[in-house]
């Protein structure tokens, strides 16, 4: 039996944890699955370097309005996936090599498990000790009974990008951010897609009004089944059925499950080392990212409710902040976590909706402005988009911004530093220049309507 001095499972936003300052740790890194985590792998940088593409096919599609005679000629879907992957899964395997070679580092290619608070079983049979350990096993895709029920075929997020070949025709189940995204993807490049999902519109975890034009927007281009639930799942051939509760159906090739995905902090026998875990399992920690049992550390998505790849990184600094210096433990800051959507229109969002403010009893104005109303977004001929800002009546203080259109999740950054550092709206419009005329006046136009003597 092996002891470490530490032992981190997962080697996504785990493995940055071995930084120079922890390098003379006897270390065990153990990874289950592709070595960098969903991230690389299966994430946030296949699926934008798909966005990418569909954006220019989009692009091309619409360019007709501006004068241009142009069109998509062909989708080489082969050569898209393998121009992805081929940079992806190199970066993959190097990184495994260079973890491998790593001085005082172990690597396991296993699951691991745990039989007490200090001890770890693999799942090739070895157990080894440790005196610290970080979890940052992050999450899965969850699929609903009634998908498994059916014995079909189906993909979800971590497997839809490497097919063959494109479907003619693709059902999401699901109306979050992965269907936007992958809606947005293979619509743009040719193909059919119908979601279908039970609530009342897409992206309802948003702010309201944004997530209502969204699904306007969103209509206009796919096929959308709102409120409906999925009795049975069926397929003749290539057609996959997907018969729905008020007695329709919807149809396709190719069914992807998008319907959330679920901390993987149930797949470590936590319970064993006494560790405690949320009803959806993720683990509980504290502000330093402590869990429940001491010299045991947890982070990114199997502890964090916001499953964001920055989010995870800065846990990863934090917990390698406070495994070096145990005496000056510094703590997380999860308060302005800006989040964006890769769909189109593009989404971002930062604090409180307007929803959340007035429930919590802030008094607020909401300052809005249109993309239509910028000499930018005179340029682009949109009609689409807008910028959100939620603020504090009589202080300015930022509370949540929110955007829809084209560089949401850039336009938003200005927005996340003011409500870090302090900064009211007329401040951050006012103190600085904007750009004429930039996109951002999108943003500078919606922090300009606010007024100081309403205390609403």
Not at 285 to 302: C, F, H, K, M, N
Request: glycine share 8%.
């Amino acid at each position: 039996m092996r002891h470490y001095d530490l032992a981190i499972i997962g080697s996504g936003s785990g493995n940055p944890v071995i930084t120079a300052e922890l390098g003379q740790l006897r270390t065990a890194l153990i990874e289950e699955s592709t070595f960098g985590g969903t991230c690389l792998n299966v994430g946030c940088i296949p699926t934008k370097m798909l966005v990418y593409t569909a954006d220019i096919a989009h692009t091309v599609g619409d360019a007709a309005r501006f004068g241009l005679d142009a069109s998509l000629n062909d989708v080489r879907w082969r050569d898209i996936r393998d121009r992805i992957f081929g940079r992806i899964d190199p970066r993959s395997a190097s990184g495994r090599r260079f973890r491998e070679s790593s001085e005082n580092v172990d690597f396991y290619p296993a699951h691991a498990e745990f039989v007490d608070a200090k001890t770890l079983r693999l799942s090739t049979g070895e157990t080894i000790t440790a005196d610290q350990f970080v979890l940052a096993t992050g999450a899965r895709a969850t699929v609903p009974q009634v998908v498994l029920d059916s014995g079909i075929d189906f993909h979800t997020s971590d497997t839809v990008m490497r097919v063959d070949d494109l479907p003619r025709r693709l059902v999401i189940l699901g109306g979050g951010y992965i269907a936007a995204e992958f809606a947005h993807i293979f619509h743009s490049l040719g193909v059919d897609v119908t979601i279908v999902t039970r609530g009342d519109g897409m992206l309802q975890r948003l702010d309201q009004e944004l997530s209502r034009q969204f699904t306007e927007v969103a209509a206009e281009r796919w096929n959308i089944r709102l409120r409906r639930q999925v009795e049975q799942i069926t397929q003749a051939g290539a057609e996959i059925s997907l018969h729905l509760d008020d007695g329709s159906e919807s149809t396709g090739d190719m069914l992807l499950v998008a319907t959330g995905r679920r901390a993987n902090g149930d797949r470590i026998n936590a319970p064993a080392a006494g560790i405690a875990l949320h009803t959806d399992g993720r683990i509980v920690v504290d502000e330093y990212q402590r869990s429940t049992v001491p010299g045991i550390w947890a982070l990114g998505d199997v502890s964090s409710p916001q499953q964001l790849k920055h989010v995870a990184n800065a846990d990863a600094r934090v917990v390698a902040h406070n495994l070096a210096h145990p005496q000056q433990l510094m703590s997380s800051r999860h308060q302005i976590v800006p989040a964006a959507v890769f769909t189109d229109p593009q989404i971002a969002t930062v604090g409180l909706t307007e929803e959340q403010a007035r429930a919590a009893g802030h008094r607020i104005q909401v300052l809005r402005w249109d993309y239509a109303g910028t000499a930018y977004g005179w340029a682009m001929e949109t009609s689409v988009g807008f910028c959100k800002v939620v603020v504090e009546s009589g202080t300015g203080r930022l509370l949540g911004a929110h955007i829809l259109g084209a560089d949401a999740a850039v336009l938003i950054q200005p927005l996340v530093q003011a409500m870090e550092f302090g900064q009211t709206a007329l401040e951050v419009a006012r103190g600085q220049y904007w750009i004429h005329p930039a996109l951002t006046e999108v943003v500078e136009n919606a922090l300009l309507q606010f007024d100081p003597d309403v205390a609403g």
